[in-house]
């Protein structure tokens, strides 16, 4: 939804798309899976701890 409203606000000419924007989105995606599941898939898949997460070059 963040998103969506980002695009309607631009094409209504009310945010200049020339200028930079920032935009949280502070959901979870829970809501979201069904419409990204055919185009997203997990970036990494580690096992739950710290060394893990390093070795998978999540961590700097």
Not at 2 to 24: H, N, Q, W
Not at 33 to 52: H, M, Q
Request: proline share 7%; hydrophobic share 40%; no cysteine.
């Amino acid at each position: 939804m963040t998103v969506g409203v980002t695009k309607k606000l631009i094409e209504e000419g009310l945010l200049d798309p020339s200028l930079t924007t920032v935009v949280l989105n502070t959901g979870d995606g829970l809501k979201t899976l069904d419409a990204v599941a055919p185009t997203s898939g997990p970036t990494a898949t580690i096992r739950p701890n710290l060394d893990a997460f390093r070795a998978a070059g999540l961590a700097r």
